[in-house]
């Protein structure tokens, strides 16, 4: 089984910075993406930002300039910088992973997720 744990979440002030971390575990031959998605209590899932394995990323237009998603392929290992942050952006982050697990079968996984809070 392939297996994510994220980790950073925290309580920030408006115009501070965090750093979420997600590293995959388990089964894994390779990785072809993976990204973040946020949720806020009574609002729906969206992708935040994403990265492939050729490293194109992909961010909502939200946190463009604020956020930088980035990935460390050794330790199958994605981070998340988050600067500026801003009340707007609390939410329940979950890290997602695409993949391929060893024996030649694809996978998709999610993470039990992580808490940003963002208030003065």
């Known amino acids: 089984q392939v297996h994510l744990v994220e980790s950073g979440g925290g309580l920030a002030q408006p115009g501070g910075s965090l750093r979420l971390s997600c590293a995959a575990s388990?089964?894994?031959?390779?990785?072809?993406?993976m990204g973040w998605y946020r949720q806020a209590p009574g609002k729906q899932s969206e992708l935040v930002a994403s990265i492939t394995s050729g490293d194109t990323t992909n961010y909502a237009d939200a946190v463009k300039g604020r956020f930088t998603i980035s990935r460390d392929t050794a330790k199958n290992t994605i981070y998340l910088r988050m600067n500026s942050l801003k009340p707007e952006d609390t939410a329940l982050y979950y890290c997602?992973?695409?993949?391929?697990?060893?024996?030649?079968?694809?996978?998709?996984?999610w993470g039990q997720g992580t808490q940003v809070t963002v208030s003065s």
């Open positions: 388990g089964s894994i031959f390779s990785i072809y993406a």
């Open positions: 997602h992973a695409h993949g391929e697990r060893l024996g030649g079968t694809d996978f998709g996984s």
